[in-house]
T-cell receptor
Framework: AQSVTQLGSHVSVSEGALVLLRCNYSSSVPPYLFWYVQYPNQGLQLLLKYTSAATLVKGINGFEAEFKKSETSFHLTKPSAHMSDAAEYFCAVSAKNRDDKIIFGKGTRLHILP | EPEVTQTPSHQVTQMGQEVILRCVPISNHLYFYWYRQILGQKVEFLVS????????KSEIFDDQFSVERPDGSNFTLKIRSTKLEDSAMYFC???????????????FGNGTRLTVT
């Protein structure tokens, strides 16, 4: 079975500072990994996904994530935070079965301080 | 860009009543899902649907829940007799022809907020 653990339910960073949101996964098979963002009163929007090609994955809005098998991690980073990045971020995992579902972590709310 | 649409955006119902939440997935997608998010909690998988039948369902998806794809475009979630604990945001999602397991991501609607009083 697959699962993800997101460390820190709330993270606060200053505008312009590095964003680091942590995610560790557990999977009995090589996984696909995703980061989704949820803005207030909206659905979930895909930021980026890892599908076993490059281990460093670039997504939208300047975010990127690195798949590290040895650490079973898929942390999300952005070099310079912007006020518009304030949202809830969800790490997610799926197994490589065609009709598999995505399992979400508990989410990390990112606060941007002026 | 094609999107998943859900109606209504907010539904209030009394305990014991039946509700139907409606979704129109992206037109060429083949895999359909319902998730729910209780306020302040994680997004939980309810059910997946492919080829006109349920592929997988979670423990949450008990006999009170059912899904249908009645006309080839809509995808509905029915709760037969709502309980207070069914209050949540319900998200519909769809995935392309290769499915999530082959790297095709889920595309989510904006959700229906269900309030059971």
């Amino acid at each position: 079975a697959q699962s993800v653990t997101q460390l820190g339910s709330h993270v606060s960073v200053s505008e312009g500072a590095l964003v680091l949101l942590r995610c560790n996964y557990s999977s009995s098979v090589p996984p696909y990994l995703f980061w989704y963002v949820q803005y207030p009163n909206q659905g979930l929007q895909l930021l980026l996904k890892y599908t076993s090609a490059a281990t460093l994955v670039k997504g939208i809005n300047g975010f990127e994530a690195e798949f590290k098998k040895s650490e079973t991690s898929f942390h999300l980073t952005k070099p310079s935070a912007h006020m518009s990045d304030a949202a809830e971020y969800f790490c997610a995992v799926s197994a490589k079965n065609r009709d598999d579902k995505i399992i979400f972590g508990k989410g990390t709310r990112l606060h941007i301080l002026p | 860009e094609p999107e998943v649409t859900q109606t209504p955006s907010h539904q209030v119902t009394q305990m014991g009543q039946e509700v139907i939440l409606r979704c129109v997935p992206i037109s060429n997608h083949l895999y359909f899902y319902w998730y729910r998010q209780i306020l302040g909690q994680k997004v939980e998988f309810l059910v997946s649907f492919y080829n006109n039948e349920i592929s997988e369902k979670s423990e949450i998806f008990d006999d009170q829940f059912s899904v249908e794809r009645p006309d080839g475009s809509n995808f509905t979630l029915k709760i037969r007799s709502t309980k207070l604990e069914d209050s949540a945001m319900y998200f519909c999602a769809s995935s392309g022809s290769t499915g999530v397991g082959l790297g095709s991501p889920l595309h989510f609607g904006n959700g229906t907020r269900l309030t059971v009083t």
